[in-house]
């Protein structure tokens, strides 16, 4: 099963516009409990794309994946549907790039100055 900080490939088909597509790694975000209650998984897929972007995370600790984390991109997924296995997972992160990773995600839920 995928545990929260694995980096794992899945099909993100059917994608619209600039939506990641095809089959790519992935990161999960969500803690375990929430995927082991629901089977669904926020994820954020990761692209070896060189442009910069705030909300962009180059990965340093795997030592299989090399990208960005696109946190703009990221989307709840049923990895059960999906056909995630455990032969999907390639990697994990360190405690402290997630620690990084999801301080840098929750600035898509911080509230406006007025």
Do not use: W
């Amino acid at each position: 099963m995928v545990s929260q900080g694995d980096i794992f490939y899945v099909n993100f088909n059917l994608s619209r516009g600039h939506e990641q597509m095809n089959r790519r790694p992935a990161i999960a975000l969500s803690n375990d409990l929430v995927c082991q209650t629901g089977n669904m998984m926020i994820v954020a897929p990761i692209s070896s794309t060189e442009r910069n972007f705030p909300l962009y995370h180059q990965l340093t600790s795997s030592q299989t994946v090399y990208g960005k984390v696109l946190l703009d991109q990221t989307i709840a997924l049923d990895l059960r549907a999906r056909h995630v296995t455990d032969e999907a997972i390639v990697d994990h992160v360190s405690r402290e790039e997630l620690e990084e990773i999801i301080t840098l995600y929750k600035l898509l839920f911080s509230i406006d100055d007025e």
